[in-house]
């Protein structure tokens, strides 16, 4: 086998290699070039599925993993990125399906490898991706079939058409990790009425589209529409530049522009497009990460004086030079990460939010701590854990030490596990549209209560964390919803302390509890 993986050489991978027949025509008319670590395969129609490797090795057919040109065998190096060309209608199958062997050739390439998706694209069949993690990618409106077992993990999927939705055997989910994907849809859309898909947080959304500025790749940036906000998102394989616009090919969203009164830009875009926002006369609220690149003299790119907006921007970014170039004198609402500034009411101990995520909590001083998403800049949806006994706990604000660094005077020997209001907790509401509770919430804490703390978990929670409440104790009786995939140890409370754990989901497996 290992004489017959051809190697490729420098001079032939600058020139362009022939490497596959055409799945509609049969003729070799598809070619791989690299340029630096990205390789470029060129060609019109649908490459043809690949053959993983048996556990009894035969002889590779032209469609053997072994022969893909990508593997870091073949193409002498690992690529950091495949850029398939316009005109490629289907990768195929088990295109990205690592599989190394000690015995014959090994099929591998970085987990990461960035996968360029052409708007040409018409069909993703199942295990296309089931070894790359993705990140943030967007499925171009053009993909009419979209199948389940995809990615390896996907954190979030923007589905900017309408495909039909195919479910692959018995992998119902489109990450084969059993992480959550969040995944973005118009509302209507076919998969919005496909049963039985797991692993997956469905958001419907008013309207949803591409917006890159990468020709032939415009799906790398994508914007959503929900209820009176749009919000714009680079995706992970993506260059984050906005396309630019103009009188006669305006920006997708000015359909919207009588309802459009807040812009999110979510970090990793790169650019404002040029009369991207120039048609939206009501925006009031606009949030700029500090990834958008402006000069200070830049024109002003919305349609309303600066002053009549305000803007949510990081300290020391070009768009807040840009602002106070233009003698911006309005107000902010929002923090350096471009979050919404919170407001602790009267009622309630503290109202923050957890570490770096848009996720807030807050606790009444009717001892009920509700964790909730904002949606108002990075669109977290998965609670982060404390990472273990006497992990970092500044990120959350029923401890003492929220907000200040982890370093020696608060960790180790020195772990500080105090909290003034630990003490009065009754109740922990994860609100709806969380996917995670996040795990060792309360590990540690050194001033819980000795009755028993009720746990309220919604159906849209996938993974129950471990160890949530340290050694405080649950209610007698705890629900687990049946959206969720995964349970761990402990979850409520010291030594399993629940009488009654109710998992409504009947094919989970291994429980811990």
Not at 298 to 305: C, I, T
């Amino acid at each position: 086998m290992k004489a017959v993986v051809h190697v490729y050489t420098a001079e032939e991978l600058s020139e362009g290699v022939a490497f596959r027949k055409n799945a509609s025509t049969s003729s070799p008319d598809f070619t791989a070039k690299v340029d630096g670590s990205e390789m470029l395969i060129s060609g019109e129609g649908a490459l043809m599925a690949y053959n993983k490797y048996n556990n009894v090795f035969y002889a590779p057919s032209n469609a053997s993993i072994a022969l893909r040109p990508w593997n870091t065998e073949r193409a002498g190096q690992t690529l950091s990125s495949v850029r398939f060309g316009d005109g490629i209608t289907e990768i195929g199958e088990y295109a990205f399906y690592n599989q190394s062997r000690a015995d014959i050739t090994s099929a591998t390439f970085s987990k990461n490898l960035k996968a360029h998706l052409p708007d040409s694209l018409e069909k993703m069949s199942q295990a296309t991706f089931m070894s790359l993690s993705v990140g943030d990618i967007a499925i171009p409106a053009s993909v009419t079939s979209l199948a389940t077992r995809q990615f390896g993990t996907a954190s979030a999927m923007y589905v900017l058409g309408n495909p039909a939705i195919v479910v692959a055997g018995s992998a119902p989910s489109f990450a084969t990790s059993s992480d959550v994907t969040t995944v973005y849809i118009a509302k209507n859309s076919a998969l919005a009425s496909k049963s039985g898909i797991t692993n997956m947080s469905l958001k419907e959304v008013d309207a949803i589209g591409a917006c890159g500025a990468d020709a032939h790749y415009t799906s790398e940036m994508a914007w959503m529409l929900e209820g009176d906000t749009l919000t714009i998102t680079a995706m992970s394989n993506g260059s984050g530049v906005m396309e630019n616009y103009s009188d006669v090919t305006a920006a997708p969203w000015n359909a919207y522009a009588d309802r459009i009164t807040k812009i999110v830009l979510v970090s990793g875009v790169k650019n404002i497009g040029e009369n991207a926002f120039a048609g939206l006369t009501e925006v009031n609220d606009v949030t700029v990460p500090a990834s958008v690149e402006i000069a200070a003299n830049a024109e002003n790119p919305f349609a309303s004086a600066i002053n009549t907006i305000t803007f949510g921007y990081s300290k020391g970014s070009d768009f807040e030079a840009w602002l106070k170039n233009n003698s911006y004198t309005g107000d902010t609402n929002r923090d350096t990460l471009g979050r919404l500034k919170l407001t602790k009411a009267e009622d309630e101990y503290f109202h923050a939010y957890i570490g770096d995520t848009d996720i807030a909590a807050k606790m009444t001083k009717d001892g009920v701590l509700t964790i909730y998403p904002t949606y108002c800049a990075s669109k977290d949806t998965a609670v982060p854990g404390v990472n273990g006994w006497h992990g970092d706990n500044t990120a959350f604000p029923w401890f003492e030490v929220y907000g200040k660094e982890f370093n020696d005077s608060i960790s180790g020997d020195n772990w500080n596990g105090k909290g003034e209001y630990q003490q009065y907790l009754k109740k922990i509401v994860w609100a709806d549209g969380l996917t995670a509770t996040g795990d060792y919430l309360f590990n540690g804490a050194s001033n819980m209560p000795s009755t028993p703390i009720e746990l309220q978990v919604p159906d849209s929670v996938k993974n129950v964390g471990a160890f949530i409440l340290g050694n405080a104790e649950s209610n007698s009786e705890v629900i687990v919803p049946v959206g969720a995939t995964n349970v761990g140890s402990a979850f409520n409370g010291k030594g399993n302390i629940a009488e009654n754990v109710y998992i409504l989901n009947a094919e989970m497996t291994g429980i811990p509890v």
